[in-house]
């Protein structure tokens, strides 16, 4: 049988008298996943014996759920793609993904992309598993992103988002010099009219947090650090372009190309409590060359 999904615990005397779904429940699995384990090949096991959701648990029973195997997406291509793997593990994975290169694929660009490179990793090395990203960066950023393994881990993921506890700080280049070191933005975010992809504030988008910090000023650019309260697309680039500061190399949110061919920006950090081995987890990438050689530029003038 192929290797599946699977959770165990050992139930202690606050859990003894509870129904394996009340328990269930607890652990956050949904009701879809129950329905998937129940109706596509997935497993409850207390005592190595399978049982239903109806089971009540007693003190010191191993409970397991084996969850059904998952199909790859075939929408997405497997492909041999290099990845720069920062951290691993049967949950999750933690990469940085070059600029250039899309989360997922796009009609422009249906191949390279990050899901399929994932897809090749884990036909490579045996895991039967499609794409999850929980934490996705547009085609040119750079940067840190957070995968899950599975669906069940994505959907933990998701709820972590909701409530703030998933935590990126981004480092950037803005035109011109700001004002003010410190600072949050908070403007709504919404689609611009006639266009699939632009972004811009406006009073019937959707709530927008941006937290920024002066790392050092230059000639013509400042050095920012960033830490993002919503995740709502294209948001630093449209809170930045707002202020009247776009990012260096964002030309479609009116910043200066003359340093850099894509918008200089980089997720240098993500921090999260692991949702398994309840551990703070924090990883770090320093940013690329494209945005290192802008500094020498200034240096050089």
Same mark, same amino acid.
């Given at each position: 049988?192929?290797?599946?999904?699977?959770? #165990?615990?050992?139930?202690?005397?606050?859990?003894?008298?509870?129904?394996?779904?009340?328990?269930?429940?607890?652990?956050?699995?949904?009701?879809?996943?129950?329905?998937?384990?129940? $109706?596509? /090949?997935?497993?409850?096991?207390?005592? #190595?014996?399978?049982?239903?959701? *109806?089971?009540?648990? #007693?003190?010191?029973?191993?409970?397991?759920?084996?969850?059904?195997?998952?199909?790859?997406?075939?929408?997405?291509?497997?492909?041999?793609?290099?990845?720069?793997?920062?951290?691993?593990?049967?949950?999750?994975?933690?990469?940085?993904?070059?600029?250039?290169?899309?989360?997922?694929?796009?009609?422009?660009?249906?191949?390279?992309?990050?899901?399929?490179?994932?897809?090749?990793?884990?036909? *490579?090395?045996?895991?039967?598993?499609?794409?999850?990203?929980?934490?996705?960066?547009? *085609?040119?950023?750079?940067?840190?992103?957070?995968?899950?393994?599975?669906?069940?881990?994505?959907?933990?993921?998701?709820?972590?988002?909701?409530?703030?506890?998933?935590?990126?700080?981004?480092?950037?280049?803005?035109?011109?010099?700001?004002?003010?070191?410190? /600072?949050?933005?908070?403007?709504?975010?919404?689609?611009?009219?006639?266009?699939?992809?632009?972004?811009?504030?406006?009073?019937?988008?959707?709530?927008?947090?941006?937290?920024?910090?002066?790392?050092?000023?230059?000639?013509?650019?400042?050095?920012?650090?960033?830490?993002?309260?919503?995740?709502?697309?294209?948001?630093?680039?449209?809170?930045?372009? $707002?202020?009247?500061?776009?990012?260096?190399?964002?030309?479609?949110?009116?910043?200066?190309?003359?340093?850099?061919?894509?918008?200089?920006?980089?997720?240098?950090?993500?921090? $999260?409590?692991?949702?398994?081995?309840?551990?703070?987890?924090?990883?770090?990438?320093?940013?690329?060359?494209?945005?290192? *050689?802008?500094?020498?530029?200034?240096?050089?003038?």
């Amino acid at each position: 049988m192929e290797a599946r999904f699977k959770l #165990n615990w050992i139930i202690d005397k606050s859990s003894a008298g509870l129904l394996v779904k009340e328990f269930l429940k607890q652990e956050e699995i949904s009701r879809i996943a129950l329905t998937d384990i129940k $109706f596509r /090949g997935g497993f409850i096991l207390v005592n #190595n014996e399978e049982v239903n959701v *109806r089971y009540k648990l #007693n003190e010191g029973d191993s409970l397991s759920v084996i969850f059904p195997a998952e199909i790859p997406s075939e929408g997405v291509m497997a492909e041999n793609i290099p990845l720069t793997i920062l951290y691993e593990d049967e949950f999750l994975l933690v990469v940085n993904k070059p600029a250039m290169m899309n989360t997922i694929p796009s009609r422009e660009h249906p191949k390279g992309s990050l899901a399929n490179a994932l897809v090749g990793y884990y036909q *490579r090395v045996g895991i039967q598993a499609t794409s999850h990203i929980v934490t996705r960066l547009d *085609r040119d950023t750079s940067g840190i992103v957070l995968i899950a393994k599975h669906r069940h881990v994505h959907h933990l993921f998701s709820k972590m988002q909701q409530n703030g506890l998933v935590k990126r700080t981004y480092e950037a280049f803005a035109s011109g010099i700001l004002e003010v070191d410190n /600072g949050t933005i908070i403007e709504p975010i919404g689609r611009k009219q006639d266009s699939i992809i632009e972004r811009e504030v406006r009073a019937d988008g959707q709530y927008a947090c941006t937290h920024y910090k002066v790392i050092k000023s230059y000639s013509t650019f400042t050095h920012l650090e960033l830490r993002l309260e919503t995740g709502r697309t294209h948001q630093i680039r449209v809170h930045m372009s $707002f202020l009247g500061h776009p990012l260096l190399g964002d030309d479609l949110y009116g910043g200066d190309t003359s340093l850099i061919k894509r918008q200089a920006l980089h997720c240098k950090k993500i921090q $999260f409590l692991h949702p398994f081995y309840k551990k703070d987890m924090s990883f770090s990438a320093p940013p690329p060359e494209d945005m290192n *050689r802008i500094l020498e530029a200034d240096l050089l003038e």
